[in-house]
């Protein structure tokens, strides 16, 4: 229970929910008493602390006061390394998070079994490791490649999937003379992902196999981030000022040297099925002349945009010698915010060669510079996960010759850039999903008819991130009959934990897209996931909430524009049944209710007090307005605090 308490961090905690950490789905009908007296032990036990419980409705909150919590020092100490790394002192960022790591250890909260507990604390676990690896690139980068061989080796034993730690061991390895063992390592790692999830090497540790078949000594460790490459040598003779077709720098004794283009596109993806007319539309479009094309994807989370992007710019990638860049905006991530433009430029220009001591300037200075490298060349550009159409404005190459695909989950509006095409992804049809089914599933189960895997297919909605999750599930165990899975999968109470693997989550993918809408928007969704039904109206869904139609109405056309909601016609509106699933649990954590909405939204409504500009909402812009209309909601958006799931 305190573990619950201390890992809400200070927000209100529902005697529900810690009744569900202590005894799970088996509480004894005296659970709520036995809750009630535990707290008042706390009570006592913690007063000489500082820290204090109090009650909050029908739940609990920890304060902290003055008293001590490794917790709360991991985060600052994260917060100061940062705020050294953005003065450029990177020696001091890694003292901070050397410091910061050194409060651990072990995972948080082992050796207490509760699945609660394990979901508070899997996101602290993963910021442990994401600074792990921050770290260590930091280290790297200052020449520390021996020292950091047994740490990094341990940490693969304990994760032999993860990839940018991999990437970062593997590096070590070679920078410090090993590269016999440097290349095992990646073979070994190779092999593992093709066999467990019938996965190719992602961008980074492909980028330093690269590396170390160029035999350079000198190149840049990974990139942080999980899906942008690592960026280029920068300080090789061979780059020119900007890539440039047929470059041909010399040395003094005019011996040709290779031209640098860059080339940081992932690997095709091996198990890509369907799409055919998405594929025939892009390349169609692509094809098509004219400057400054943009094609956009998006889709609601796990269509497989990113996928589909990929694989066109393979398809394509002969047309742009001049340069293939691919970049992850972070536009929708449970762990970091979008990319700025600052830094977002700063990455393509160092990823066109350029060397970071030369990208100092402001993000105005950077986008000259950008436009400056890319003009007049035939250049293709993957911008990942991208927040809105405004993050990549000034990211776009001017090149006549060039092509952008971008990819986000929320619908792009950008009527006003005329060489502009918006592709929306649906979910995979019934015969692609058997087919990436079975891809995935391997050898090691006899490949099914596709009537026996329907079963699954449907429980997962067709969903091409579900369907592999699955596919993987079922390959992870041999033992396993598929009309096993296909009994766990029709559980709700299992489905989505057994929609899980180290390469993709899918409660992970919908939590990144819940936690950047505000809280107006999460509390309807909740209330749409406890309805009967996976469809509503408008006058239906204004009923649940106890609001008017109008207010709803602006609600739901929000969420579909996010892709949470799908609109098979006007006014009305149907939940992906996974997306169902996972509102619905958040709805039993949460006990919402429709007088809960309303408390929430009187803020935000015009004429109410204490109503926009005073609320936690941002004032809306003023639009036009009929007379009887109302002012619109403040609409999702990225980076605005999301309360708790539990709230």
């Not at 390895?173 to 090497?201: C, D, I, K, W, Y």
């Not at 950077?366 to 990942?384: M, P």
């Not at 990819?407 to 060489?419: D, G, I, K, P, Y």
């Amino acid at each position: 229970m305190l573990g619950s308490l201390l890992t809400s961090e200070n927000r209100y905690t529902s005697i529900d929910r810690l009744v569900d950490a202590v005894w799970g789905t088996h509480p004894p009908d005296t659970a709520s008493k036995q809750i009630r007296n535990a707290v008042s032990d706390l009570r006592t036990i913690l007063a000489a602390s500082g820290a204090v419980i109090t009650p909050v409705a029908d739940g609990y909150r920890l304060n902290i006061g003055g008293a001590h919590l490794d917790l709360l020092e991991f985060h600052e100490r994260l917060t100061r390394g940062r705020a050294q790394l953005a003065a450029d002192r990177p020696a001091d960022a890694i003292a901070e998070f050397r410091a910061a790591l050194s409060l651990w250890t072990g995972p948080m909260l082992s050796g207490l079994e509760s699945d609660i507990l394990a979901a508070q604390s899997t996101g602290v676990n993963e910021t442990r490791l994401s600074v792990i690896e921050e770290c260590v690139d930091l280290e790297l980068a200052q020449g520390r490649h021996k020292a950091l061989i047994s740490e990094l080796a341990s940490w693969i034993a304990e994760y032999p999937l993860r990839e940018r730690m991999v990437a970062q061991y593997v590096l070590a390895l070679h920078r410090s003379g090993a590269r016999a063992r440097a290349f095992a390592v990646h073979e070994q790692t190779r092999l593992l992902l093709a066999e467990q999830l019938g996965l190719n090497p992602g961008p980074e540790l492909a980028e330093v196999h690269r590396l170390m078949l160029r035999e350079d000594s000198n190149t840049s460790a990974p990139a942080a981030g999980r899906s942008t490459p690592a960026s280029p040598p920068t300080d090789l003779a061979a780059v020119p000022d900007r890539p440039r077709r047929g470059a041909e720098p010399t040395t003094p004794d005019s011996a040709p040297q290779p031209t640098f283009v860059p080339d940081s596109l992932p690997p095709d993806i091996a198990h890509f099925v369907g799409r055919i007319t998405e594929i025939r539309t892009l390349l169609h479009e692509a094809a098509r002349p004219g400057s400054g094309r943009v094609l956009a994807i998006d889709g609601m989370p796990g269509a497989g945009k990113t996928a589909l992007a990929v694989h066109v710019a393979h398809r394509t990638a002969d047309r742009y010698p001049d340069g293939r860049y691919f970049l992850d905006l972070h536009g929708h991530s449970a762990t970091r915010d979008p990319l700025d433009h600052h830094a977002a430029l700063r990455q393509l220009l160092l990823l066109s060669g350029l060397a970071k001591t030369s990208l100092t300037c402001r993000a105005e200075e950077l986008a000259a510079l950008w436009r400056a490298r890319s003009a007049g060349l035939r250049v293709l550009l993957v911008l990942d996960n991208a927040a809105d159409a405004e993050q990549i404005r000034p990211l776009l190459p001017v090149g006549d010759g060039c092509l952008t695909l971008v990819t986000s989950r929320r619908r792009l509006t950008m009527t006003t850039w005329s060489a502009t095409r918006v592709l929306s992804l649906d979910t995979l049809s019934r015969a692609d999903g058997y087919e990436l089914f079975c891809r995935l599933l391997g050898k090691r189960h006899p490949r099914p008819e596709p009537a026996a895997v329907d079963g699954v297919l449907a429980l997962c909605g067709d969903l091409p991130l579900a369907v592999s999750a699955a596919a993987a599930r079922l390959h992870r165990r041999p033992s396993w009959p598929l009309s096993h899975l296909t009994g766990r999968l029709a559980q709700p109470q299992l489905r989505l934990s057994d929609l899980r693997t180290e390469q993709g989550d899918v409660a992970a993918c919908f939590d990144a897209s819940y936690r950047h809408l505000n809280t107006v928007h999460q509390r309807l969704l909740r209330i749409l996931g406890a309805a009967d039904g996976d469809s509503t109206d408008v006058v239906t869904a204004a009923a649940l909430a106890g609001l008017s139609a109008l207010v709803v109405e602006r609600m739901l056309e929000d969420l579909v524009d996010e892709h949470l909601l799908l609109q098979p016609e006007p006014d009305h509106y149907r939940m992906h049944p996974l997306v169902k699933t996972y509102c619905a649990q958040l709805t039993e954590r949460g006990h919402v209710s429709g007088a809960e909405l309303r408390g929430a939204l009187v803020p935000a409504l015009p004429g109410a007090p204490g109503g926009p500009g005073s609320g936690p909402y941002p004032e809306p812009e003023p639009e036009p307005a009929a007379s009887g209309t109302v002012d619109a909601l403040p609409a999702p958006a990225p980076g605005r605090p999301a309360e708790a799931l539990a709230a």
